[in-house]
């Protein structure tokens, strides 16, 4: 038996060969179509691939039921757009105790965090841009302007970075980039705001 969110989907274990097989048949079936897999149990027990194709090595002759739980991906972005938020407290805290550091004259550690933070940054930006082009969101002006003044921001630092200018950077940390940061609130809830409407035409 192969169930889709509590539904079956008419589907026999026994005309595949293994996992794999049966995974990607489901897949192709349109069962899951504008959702993301959360969870897949196998005779029940939760089952997550440690290695890629894991799934292929499960021969079908052990399976008795195969159940895959999902989500829809817009209620997925949302969840997302909420870790996002958390993402943004991260990158002010980050930022301050960078700022600390520097201003300790504990240059060593301080280049550490400030490395993690930068890291942190790209990824958020990367992450609300994928979510952006994902849902094909509105042109919100605060987003445009959110990522113009990070960008510019970026570059500036940058620069103080390479003239080892520490307090420099300490300010701009401070007075220019925690506010920056900050700003992403409001454009993080516009951006879930935009996908529940999405979702709610659909």
């Given at each position: 038996m192969i169930m889709v969110d509590g539904r079956e989907t008419g589907l026999a274990v026994q005309s595949f060969e293994n996992l794999e097989q049966l995974l990607v048949k489901v897949m192709e079936d349109k069962h899951l179509e504008g959702r993301i897999?959360?969870?897949?149990?196998?005779n029940k027990e939760p089952f997550s691939e440690i290695y890629p194709h894991q799934a292929e090595d499960v021969d079908a002759s052990g399976i008795?039921?195969?159940?895959?739980v999902s989500v829809a991906t817009s209620e997925m972005a949302v969840n997302i757009t909420r870790e996002?938020?958390?993402v943004v407290t991260l990158m002010d805290r980050g930022a301050r105790r960078v700022a600390d550091l520097f201003r300790k004259a504990d240059d060593a550690e301080a280049l550490e965090v400030y490395q993690d933070l930068m890291d942190v940054t790209r990824d958020f930006l990367g992450m609300i841009g994928v979510l952006r082009n994902e849902f094909s969101l509105k042109q919100t002006p605060g987003f445009n302007q959110a990522a113009n003044e990070i960008s510019a921001l970026f570059s500036e630092m940058l620069e103080v970075?390479?003239?080892?200018?520490?307090?420099?950077l300490a300010d701009l940390l401070e007075y220019e980039f925690i506010p920056a940061v900050e700003?992403?609130?409001k454009v993080i809830a516009q951006l879930r705001e935009d996908i529940k409407e999405i979702a709610r035409a659909a």
């Open positions: 897999v959360t969870d897949v149990l196998v008795e039921t195969v159940e895959i996002l938020y958390k970075l390479e003239n080892e200018d520490w307090i420099l700003r992403w609130k």
